[in-house]
Nanobody, 121 residues
Framework: VQLQASGGGLVQAGGSLRLSCAAS???????MAWFRQASGKEREFVTG????????YYSDSAKGRFTFSRDSSKNTVFLTMNNLKPEDTAVYYC????????????????WGQGTHVTVSS
């Protein structure tokens, strides 16, 4: 599966962005996630959908502000981010098919190229 992330940009604190991740193949039965990596830091889990139980999971920093959604008919997943903060500045990556049982560890079979999000104060 090839993943193409887009939608990043520069936004002021308190603003919103919606990231998209288009997959080259059907994603209906795939677990997918968004991760981010700030400069000098490790890649961290943001949110993800786990196909096995149909649940969507969020990191503590994402809860209440970010929303994971998907449009299986378009093979696309989205990350809607509201009330953005400067600490949300990072490269955001979409990923498909975790290699293990954990959805929050950045060990996925397929990765998008990343899209930059910069939040100014």
């Amino acid at each position: 599966v090839q993943l193409q992330a887009s939608g990043g940009g520069l936004v002021q604190a308190g603003g919103s962005l919606r990231l998209s991740c288009a997959a080259s193949r059907n994603i209906f039965r795939k677990s997918m996630a968004w991760f981010r990596q700030a400069s000098g830091k490790e890649r961290e889990f943001v949110t993800g959908f786990r196909w096995t139980d149909g649940e969507t999971y969020y990191s503590d920093s994402a809860k209440g502000r970010f929303t994971f959604s998907r449009d299986s008919s378009k093979n696309t997943v989205f990350l809607t981010m509201n009330n953005l903060k400067p600490e949300d500045t990072a490269v955001y990556y979409c990923a498909a098919e975790p290699m293990g049982s954990s959805y929050s560890i950045p060990q996925y079979k397929f990765w998008g190229q990343g899209t930059h999000v910069t939040v100014s104060s």
